[in-house]
C-alpha cells in the first residue's frame, strides 16, 4: 500500500491521542507499539477482508494447517516488511525522535511453541500467505506460552510467560463463531424413524471453543490469511451455576498453559483435552464454514485440505467422521472415501518416546463417540488388510493395540498422504519406524524437507547482509531466494569477502553488547562465534560440544603459549522442567562457564556464554552473528532441523553429522565447505544391530578424552557435584546411549580444523558464502509450494527459476 511518512505520522499521533487521550511524551515503548500494532491493523484492514472475499467468491479450496504448536515470533516488523511499510514507519519514527528497533522489541515474542516443530508452522503460515495459498493455521490460545527460563547458581528456573498480561494487538476475538466441544459423559446410538442410528449425549462437561484470529499478511501481494487460536470457556448457558469449582478450574485448564516439552508422549488427560479440543473446533468450524457454501458433502476433498503437523491433531480424523456421518448423515463408506482424501500427516521424529499413545480406558472415558469411531476404523481396518498383509503385520499396525489408541498409525490410516521432513527421515520412517505401515500404504509415504521463512531470518534479523546481497545481485532474492546461489560469482572477489566480515562483525558486536548488558561478560568479536541453539537433549548432544570447551580449557592451562584464534561458545536452550538429565546438563555448561570466564590464565581467549531464554527474538540476534553451527545429533535422531538452514542461510559454516538435513545443506554448499563428522546413521544402526558399543573403549583408548571425562568429577569443575557425576556416569556406566564418546575424536579434530581455517578470513567467507548462496533451497516457500503441487493440491504463485 500507498502511505507517506508524512501521513503516518498524523496517522500514529492521531492513533496515541485515541488510545491513550495523551500525548506522544505521556506514552511508554510498550504504549507505542501497541498504537503501531492498531495502526497496522487499520492498513491491513481491507486486505484481510478482500482476501476473504476473494476466496469465497472463487470458491478456492482451502487448506487448514493444524498444529498444537505456533511460534510466529514478533510480528510488527514482519507486518511492516510485508505490507512495504517498513521504510516508511521507520523514517517518521525517526523524525518522532522514536528509534523503531526499542518499539518493537516491546513486543511480546508468543511462545506458544517448543522449539523447531512450532516455528516451522509459523514459518510455513508465512509463506502460505505470500504464495496466495488459502491457508489457515489452527490451533490454541495458551494464556501461558513456554516458560520463562532463568537461571539461579547455575540452574535452570521455570518462571510463567504471562505474555498476554497487556493484551493482544493483533487478535479478533470471534466469539460469534465460538462451538461447543463434549468431552466425557455417556453414548448411545438411537435408532431413528429412517432407521439410521444417532448418537444421544448424556452427562457432557461441555466446553465453548471461542475463536482468537491472527491475520497472516502475505509478503506484497495484498492476501492476508488466518491464524485461528482456540480459547477454552465456560459455555454461557443459564446453566452456568451449576459447573462447580471443579467443573470451571478443569475447563479453564485446557488453554491455560502449553506442555513444556516436545519429545515426549505426555501420557496426561489434560493433553488428550488439549489435542481434542483444538482438533474438533477446528473441524467444526471448517465445516461450518464449508455448508454455508456447499450443497451437500460430495465436494469436500476438492474444496478442503487439513493437514496434521505431528501426531497431536490426529483426532481430526475421527471429528471429521464424526460430524460427516451423525450431523450431516453420510454413510460410513462415503464419510471415510472423504476424509482420508482430505487429510495429511507430516511426522517429526523417530523418537519412540514421542510417538503418542493413549490407553483406551481413558481415552474412551473422555471422548466416548470418537472412541467408537476408532473401534469401527480398527475393526474395518483389520478386515481390509488382514487377508493381505496377515494377522501378525495388521496387529502391529492396527489404532487399537497394546491396551492403547496409538495416533502415528491412526494419522496414517485416515490420511492420503505421509510424510517426513528431510530424505534421512523419510527412509528411517519407511525402512524403519513406520515399515510395517509402508508395507500396507507404499504410495502415501513421501519427503517434504523442511524450510525456513528466508525473509524473517535473512532479510529482517540480518539486514546489513541483505543490504550487501542488494548491493550485488538483483534483489528479487528476497522473493525468490533461489536466486542467491547466483552470490557465487563472487567466490573470488576479495572485496566482497571482505564486506562479508565486516557485515558479520556488525552482527557480532550486536551480539556482543547484549551478552556485555545481560550476562556481564566480554566477548571479542573477532573470536570464533560457535554456536549451538536448539532445545536440550541428551540426543541433540551439547555434551559433546561441551566435552570440547573443558578440552580447549584444558589444553589452554598447559600451553599458554598455543596460537589460536579466540574462541567464543554461545549456547541457547530450554529444557523440558521434568527432564532431569537435560537440567543436569544446564548446570555442568554454566559451572564451566562460571570457571573458564574467570580463570585469568584464560583471559579473553576462550569464553562460554549461555544465553537464558532462547526463543525466536533471541534467535534473531544470535543467528547472524554466528560464525558456526553446531548440528551434532546422534545420527538418525534429529529428522530434519531448522537452525542448520537458519544459520547457514546467514554464513555459519555447519560442523555437522550426518544427520537429517545436515546432509542435505552439505551436499548443497559443498563438503569443502562445511565441517561434517561422526557416525552414519547406518554406522548407528550397525551398532544397535550388533549390540557391541563399548563407550568404555573409546575411554581407555584416548588419554586426552580421559582427561576431559575425569574433569567432570575430580573437582576440576568446581560448580558441579552430583551432576558431574551423573553426567559421566551416563556416559561410561550406562553406555552412552547417545554415542558421545564413539563421535568425540572426530568432532575435535574438525573444531582444531576450524581453529586453523579461521585464520584465514579470505577463505573463511568463501565458505560463509557457498552457504549464504546454496541456502535458498531451504526456503519454506519453496518447501510449502511443494506441499501444494504434491499434497494440498491447490495453486500458488511461486516465481520458478
Ligand atoms: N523437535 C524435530 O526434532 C524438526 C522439527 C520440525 C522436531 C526437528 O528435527 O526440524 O520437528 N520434532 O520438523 C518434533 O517436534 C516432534 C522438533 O522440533
Known sequence: ?????????????????????????????????????????????????????????????????????????????????????????????????????????????????????????????????????AGNGNGIRYRYGLFKQVFMDGYQVELPDDWLRNGNVWEIRRENKACLVRFGGNVWMQPQADGQLQPVYEQTDDVLAVPYDVGMIGYRNDVTNTLRLWSAELPPSADNAYYSQEQRDRIDDITKVLYPDDSNSEGQALRLRQEYFFSSAGVQSIIRHYGLRHQGMRELGKKIAIHINDTHPTLVIPELMRLLMDDHHCSWDVAWALTTQVMSYTN??????????????????????????????????????????????????????????????????????????????????????????????????????????????????????????????????????????????????????????????????????????????????????????????????????????????LDLKAHPATKAPAHVHIFGAKAAPSYHYAKAIIKLINALADLVNHDPDIGDRLKVVFIPNYGVSLGELIIPAADISEQIS???????????????????????????????????AGEANEYPFGLTAKAVYGYYERGDYRSVDFYQADPELKRVLDALVDGTIPGITTEGREIYDSLLRYNDEFFVLADYESYVQQQRQISQDFQDQTKWQQKALANIAAAGIFSADLAVARYADDIWQVPHTLLQD
Open 1 to 133: 500500500m500507498k502511505l507517506t511518512t508524512a501521513q503516518f505520522k498524523t496517522d500514529f499521533l492521531n492513533e496515541i491521542k485515541t488510545l491513550y487521550a495523551t500525548d506522544l511524551n505521556d506514552t511508554s515503548a510498550l504504549g507505542q507499539f501497541i498504537a503501531l500494532g492498531h495502526l497496522v491493523r487499520r492498513y491491513d484492514g481491507s486486505q484481510w477482508t478482500k482476501t476473504s472475499e476473494k476466496y469465497r467468491k472463487k470458491d478456492r479450496k482451502q487448506v487448514y494447517y493444524f498444529s498444537i504448536e505456533f511460534l510466529p515470533g514478533r510480528l510488527l516488523k514482519s507486518n511492516l516488511l510485508n505490507l512495504g511499510l517498513l521504510d516508511t514507519v521507520r523514517a517518521g519514527l525517526k523524525e518522532l525522535e522514536l528509534d523503531f528497533e526499542t518499539i518493537s522489541a516491546a513486543e511480546p515474542d508468543p511462545g506458544l511453541g517448543n522449539g523447531g516443530l512450532g516455528r516451522l508452522a509459523a514459518c510455513y503460515m508465512d509463506s502460505m500467505a505470500s504464495l496466495g495459498i
Open 634 to 668: 546422534t545420527a538418525s535422531k534429529e529428522a530434519s532441523g531448522t537452525s542448520n538452514m537458519k544459520l547457514m542461510a546467514n554464513g555459519a559454516v555447519s560442523l555437522a553429522t550426518l544427520d537429517g538435513a545436515n546432509i542435505d545443506i552439505i551436499q548443497a
Open 348 to 553: 517429526h521424529t523417530i523418537l519412540q518416546e514421542a510417538l503418542e499413545t493413549w490407553p483406551i480406558d481413558m481415552f474412551k472415558g473422555l471422548l466416548p463417540r470418537i472412541y467408537q469411531i476408532v473401534v469401527e476404523i480398527d475393526r474395518r481396518y483389520r478386515a481390509a488388510k488382514t487377508p493381505i498383509f496377515g494377522e501378525d503385520l495388521v496387529n502391529r499396525t492396527a489404532p487399537l493395540g497394546n491396551g492403547q489408541v496409538r495416533m502415528a498409525y491412526l494419522a496414517v490410516i485416515g490420511s492420503h498422504s505421509v510424510n517426513g521432513v528431510a530424505p534421512l527421515h523419510t527412509e528411517l520412517l519407511k525402512n524403519d519406524v513406520l515399515r510395517d505401515l509402508y508395507q500396507v500404504y507404499p504410495e502415501r509415504f513421501n519427503n517434504k524437507t523442511n524450510g525456513i521463512a528466508t525473509r524473517r531470518w535473512v532479510q529482517l534479523a540480518n539486514e546489513p547482509l541483505s543490504q550487501l546481497i542488494d548491493s550485488k545481485i538483483s534483489p528479487e532474492w528476497r522473493q525468490q531466494p533461489s536466486q542467491l546461489k547466483t552470490l557465487m560469482a563472487y567466490q573470488k572477489d576479495a572485496k566482497f569477502l571482505k564486506q562479508l566480515t565486516t557485515v558479520k562483525q556488525t552482527n557480532k558486536q550486536a551480539l556482543a553488547a547484549y551478552i556485555k548488558q545481560n550476562l556481564g561478560i566480554e566477548v571479542r568479536t573477532d573470536a570464533i562465534f560457535d554456536v549451538q541453539i536448539k532445545r536440550l537433549h541428551a540426543y541433540k548432544r551439547q555434551l559433546l560440544h561441551v566435552l570440547e570447551i573443558i578440552r580447549e580449557y
